[in-house]
C-alpha cells in the first residue's frame, strides 16, 4: 500500500473549494431539451454547498443541497498513485459519478462519461462560476449554469 504524497502542493490546491457557499442559476436537461434547443425547459436552480478537509486534509469533503431536490456529497483528493485529482460523488436520485480533475489557473475541470463541468474561481477565491454538461445521446448538452458565492 502506497503512503500519502509527501509533498502538500497537490492536496493544499483543493483548499480553493473549502467554506460554505450559496449558487443560484439555471439547470437544464429536461424533456423538453433537444439538440435544436439545447437550453429549453430551463429552470431555476438553488444550492447551499460546505466543503471542509476530511481528517488529515488529504481529501476536501463537499455536501450540497439543491433545489429540486437535488442532494449531492463529492469527496475530492489528489490520487499519488496515479498522479491525478479526482472526484467521486454520489446524489439522492441513485447516481454514483467519478471525474478525473484538472486544473489550469483558477479553473478546475471535471471530466466524467456522461457528464462534464467547468468550475472557475474569481481572483479573489469568493465566486466560482460552474457550468455543467451532460450526454443523453453522443451530443454534449448543457445541464447548469450557475454562480456560487462564498456566504461570510
Request: hydrophobic share 30%.
Amino acid at each position: 500500500m502506497s503512503r500519502p504524497s509527501t509533498d502538500p502542493e497537490p492536496h493544499r490546491r483543493l483548499s480553493v473549494f473549502l467554506g460554505d457557499w450559496h449558487a443560484v442559476g439555471t439547470s437544464y436537461g429536461g424533456q423538453e431539451q433537444s439538440l435544436d434547443d439545447p437550453r429549453a425547459g430551463a429552470t431555476p436552480w438553488s444550492s447551499i454547498h460546505s466543503a471542509r478537509w476530511h481528517s488529515g486534509q488529504y481529501f476536501v469533503v463537499q455536501d450540497e443541497r439543491a433545489s429540486g431536490p437535488f442532494d449531492t456529497l463529492t469527496m475530492m483528493g489528489w490520487d499519488v498513485e496515479s498522479e491525478r485529482y479526482f472526484a467521486r460523488s454520489i446524489e439522492n436520485h441513485g447516481f454514483a459519478r467519478d471525474y478525473t480533475m484538472t486544473v489550469e489557473g483558477r479553473t478546475w475541470t471535471l471530466s466524467g462519461e456522461a457528464e462534464r463541468a467547468t468550475c472557475t474561481f474569481s481572483e479573489d477565491g469568493r465566486t466560482q462560476e460552474i457550468s455543467w454538461e451532460w450526454k443523453p445521446a453522443h451530443q454534449w448538452l448543457p445541464l447548469c449554469d450557475r454562480t456560487a458565492r462564498r456566504i461570510g
